[in-house]
C-alpha cells in the first residue's frame, strides 16, 4: 500500500468509490472513529486507481463494482490524531450492482477493522461528520469533468 511516513507527516494514496442509490449515497466508517468517507482504500503500488476501487470493493462487500468515470484528483492536507497528513485521493463514480439488496446500514469486518456502511440521503450528508467536507456540497451536481482540488482542513 501506498502510505509512509516522513519526518514531516504522513503520506496516504487513497483511492474512493461514489456509489449511488436512487438520492443515497454510500459512505461507511470505522466504527470506532465519529467520522465518515466514501468507501475505498489505499492504492498499491502497481495499480491502477480504477483496479483499486473495484478491488477494495471486492474485498470489503464482495460485489463487484464498475468504474463509470473518475469525478476528482484532490490533494488533501489535513491534521489527524495529532499527525499531519498529505493525502493523495482519487473518486470515482462507480455502478454498485444490485444496491437495493443491501439494507440501510449494515457492518463489515475487513483488514482487521470494523467498518458500518450506510446508505445516505443526499439531504442529509450536512448532519454528519464526512470528509473530505466539499463532497457534502458538490454531489448534488457532479462535475462534467475530472476536478483537481486542493484542500486544506
Known sequence: MIHFKTPEGIFNFRVAGIAFRGDEVLIHKDIN?????????????????????????????????KVKRLLYVVENFFDHEGGAFHELGYYYLIDFPDADQFPTDFQVHADGIDLMFRWVPLGKLKELKLYPEFLQKTLFELPETVQHLVVKD
Open 33 to 65: 472513529t465519529k467520522y465518515w468517507t466514501f468507501p475505498g482504500g489505499r492504492c498499491d503500488m502497481g495499480e491502477s486507481t480504477a483496479e483499486t476501487v473495484v478491488r477494495e470493493f471486492e474485498e470489503e462487500l464482495g460485489v463487484e463494482v
